[in-house]
């Protein structure tokens, strides 16, 4: 053993001293040199340790080591406002415009808001909360956040495959609405009775007594679709190029809404969900110094209380909550997720959800205004004008805006406010889809390849949706928009209600909900015994109500377009988009369960216990590494983590 340092003598310090120039060093690298290390009361010394005035043969530079985090942390949102409009935005969709006043008029016109306002309290907002507080409490998407309950896993990858289904098509609506904005920047319109190629279509046949297809129909069918070429299903045919294009454009801009997560579409809504309002507030104004306004918006409102009776009448009032608030896609789980632990859902839930209701009544004054104008101009009554979805919005309402003096205004102004709304629905649905592969493998969240992550994805569903923008694009169009959202989705939102209310249990979640309202009024509170009564009895009720129907539906109402009645082997195909979105519920139960060990009712109960995950989610926003996902049985107090005792036995030891 060498001797100390502190005992070396002059000559010693000498020789072990290099032959170069002193170099000055920080007074606390040298204080912390002299300075041996302590262990439990013990001074340790090395034998390789420098001399106390010894100095470094070259300047030292303190490098601070950055070693980047292999799971960066999740986002947040900017503000409170953003995840406010995030979700209006997302609500507040082409169905609010084109099918709420459709259903409207046709079951009753404003007797329709009564069973409207029921399935609004008995279904939407319970649903509604329930996702949002599930997202908000685990901080995860859809798939991560079942650590609360592992074996409803295929739950959260249901819904994924719902927004991607949903998402392939809905973009191409986008596209569509692209290729009208693009057409309205000509005098007179391309649709419109003044274009020189429409006067065939804009005169009477006396002969046969009919009126030949409208100018509005003809550019539809021939110009934008090309459907007119396509025999049906089986017949495709090419793909137009102009809506690819279109639909390449709508998909880039998508692409760099995204890019950067609710950091940059966060900050997209302040523009997309409040446009609509705005174009909303003046096709109102400007239709209602129209005449024949009057009689459209009486049309759209005269109560007719004998359908209160029909059972179709209850059912349309439910489907349209449902889709309307988008329950079950995962766009609102996700969104949810990038909150504050704190914020009140409660508030939020009710803004949002009567916000959305809302705007579907105030929408039907502006659409009904406009389309009583037309029906009185063509002295027809507003029922043979008044259509449904993409009827509604590229037929009868761009025929209907052709009428009025400045149409290329307006027309500009109304295809712009569909493009708004459109992209703020496929915000979330995408928003579903990308946060549930970052939470899977946190790694993507690094920002290139984030960026790579997202370019591959949206060029995959560009190319995918290219078959909707062919010939006979419309057909494969309806039956994926007919199947994907059709019984799939209302059995995925069963299965949530069923599983939080009764697994997770449903006093254990209201719970949750009081923990993260930090300060629950008292109104808040006494709510929750309501949404407790709806989650275990109402909802699950009702939602088999709907999902009874739609299968009664199915069975006895073939599915067309137009004069086009599907054959057999597309209402199979369509089937199976529907079943590959809830048969992912009992595959995933079963896996869940074979990782357990035990008996069978041993499984079962093991599956069905949140992980400690889940628990450590609610406390934090950050990655936790080298978490052991097991069963969550145990928990531990704040004195288990401050109490010391004994670190201090062992020194004294």
Known sequence: MKLLPESWTTDQKKKSEPPIQEMKTDDTAAASAQSPAQLNGVTLQNDLS????AQPPFPVQPVALQTPDPNPPRETWGGKYEFLLSCIGYCVGLGNVWRFPYLCYRNGGGAFLIPYVVMLLISGLPLFLMELSLGQYGAAGPITVWKCCPILKGIGVGMLTVATLVSLYYNVII????????????????WSCDAAQNA??????TTSNMTVLSASEMFWNNRALGVVHSSGLGDPGPVRWELALCLF????????????GIRSSGKVVYFTATFPYVVLIV????????????????????PDWDRLNNAQVWNDAASQIFYSLGIGFGGLLSM?????FNNNVIRDTLVIAIGNCSTSFFAGFAIFSILGHMAWKKNVPVGEVAESGPGLAFIAYPEALALIPGSVFWSILFFLMLFTL????????????????????PSLRDMKKRVIFLAILCFVFYLMGLLLV??????????IDAYSTSFGLIIIALFMCIGIAFFYGVDQFCKDIVDMICHCPPWCTKLLYYFKACWAFCTPLLLLFILIYIFIDMYNTPLHYGSYIYPQWGRALGICMGVISCIQIPIWAVLAMLKESGTLKDRFKKAIRPLNSWRMASGQRTSVPEIIDVPYTVSLSDNDFSDFDWQNNSSEA
């Open 470 to 479: 062919t010939q006979g694009g419309i057909y494969w169009f309806t039956l």
């Open 336 to 340: 949810a997720s990038y909150n504050k």
């Open 283 to 302: 096709l109102i104004i400007r239709g209602a110094t129209l005449e024949g306004s009057l009689q459209g918006v009486q049309f759209y409102l005269s």
């Open 50 to 53: 420098p001399a106390a005035d």
């Open 422 to 441: 459109g992209v703020d629905t496929l915000f979330g649905n995408m928003e579903s889809i990308t946060t549930a592969v970052l939470d899977e493998f």
């Open 249 to 260: 454009i709508a998909w880039i801009i998508i692409f760099l809404c995204i890019l950067k």
């Open 175 to 190: 596209a569509w609405t692209f290729f009208y904005l693009g057409s309205s920047f000509q005098s007179p319109l391309p």
């Open 200 to 205: 065939p279509y804009c005169s009477v046949n």
